[in-house]
């Protein structure tokens, strides 16, 4: 019997779970509400168990040919005069072995063609109701019509459909840090910004984020503070970043009057996802939907990859039986234990500082960034990370491990 899984979202979390589960002979279908492909995005770290994940999956290959290091990051004042910069091989040295940086949007491409002529992706189509029995999940779709399958994933970010339909209003699970980040491609290069390099202005409760890897290859990116996260999101990009940015110089006039006609911008408040159990019944929660650590973490790519793994292999274990027994995936540390305690006390965020004009280069475990000097990582950036990370080493770290265990 050939399993059937619907998999809704198409981002980073849907495409590699539908790729794993093809891997073990699954026929999913993935759903995106998008119209089209949404390969937008900046540079994402990816490491750890999602490197090990990519690897066992067998796209580790194609995500090195685009592991990117600028030849310098260049740290520049509000007048565009470097603060400091750091040469590209120190770069490459902090970034430790087993590591990669690449654009989210090559990640997302080469996820897409390792699933090509395999994995139908159904555009402009979201789920509107879910039922399950003893047998399967029936679920309706917005063109009115209903798919009956095996498994349901939830790989619909942080603002889930799914996981509000199957697990409650979302404001039950959402921690908003009270920071906004915004990512597009550019059109061109901003003539501040040299060539080759990563560019980067912070100051006061702000950043702005530049990078260029070759002819038609920049990305920028926007991250900053707000007391009303849901009311800029409902705005949107084009009104609230010139209200945000409108008064900063540098390449900052330049982004900005490119904004309304990128593609695929991605707009949305960092937030973390506290959720108590990652599946109920056939409906699994994966990736930001599950477990968004937010995007200052840098580590949501990495994670949705492995959890996409984890996934594949447990049910390939299980021979496809979703309801074999409680498994570890669907319990996440349970709030007691002081993980939620700690995620909810937000401090200040490394990318958008109170005190403008002193920062250092950190090496995070996950990425090589940016971190405001006398700030330090903010602990509710990292908490939820720790989380699953614990959880992956739960699980046996691998396929071979006998902890490796079903969803239920
Ligand atoms: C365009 C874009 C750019 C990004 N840029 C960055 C970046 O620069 N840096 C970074 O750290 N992270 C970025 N992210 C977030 C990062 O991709 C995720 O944190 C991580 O990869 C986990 O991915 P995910 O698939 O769980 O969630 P997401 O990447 O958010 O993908 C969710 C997908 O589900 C779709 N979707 C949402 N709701 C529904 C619905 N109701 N029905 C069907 N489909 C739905 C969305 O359109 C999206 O394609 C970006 C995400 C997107 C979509």
Known sequence: MTHRAIIVGGGIAGLATALRLHQIGWEPLVLERAPCRRSGGYVVAFSGIGYDAAERMGVLPALTERHITPDMMVYVKPDGDPRFTVPGPTVRAMLGPRALNILRGDLEDLLHAARRDTVEIRFGTTVTAITQDD?????????????????????????STTRRLAFGPEDTFRLDLDHMADAFLLDRLPSCVEAGTTATLTDTGRTLAIINLGADRSAAFFGYRTNRPMADLAEGPTTVLPRVYGDMAW?????????????????????????????RGRVVLLGDAAWCVTLFAGFGSSLAVAGADLLGTAFARHHGDVLARPGRLGEPTPPESGTETEARSPGPGPLCPRRPGSAVVARSPTAVRLVPTG????PAQTSARSVIRERASDCGGGPDSPQYCAVA
Not at 143 to 150: I, K, L, M
Not at 375 to 378: E, Q, R
């Open 375 to 378: 700030v330090g990582p903010d």
């Open 135 to 159: 047998h399967g999940v029936e679920v309706s779709l917005d063109d009115g019509t209903v798919e009956r399958a095996h498994l349901l994933v939830g790989a619909d970010g942080l603002h």
């Open 251 to 279: 390449a900052a006039p330049d982004v900005l009057a490119q904004l309304p006609d990128a593609g695929s911008v991605y707009f949305d408040t960092i937030s973390q996802v506290l959720v108590d159990r990652w599946s």
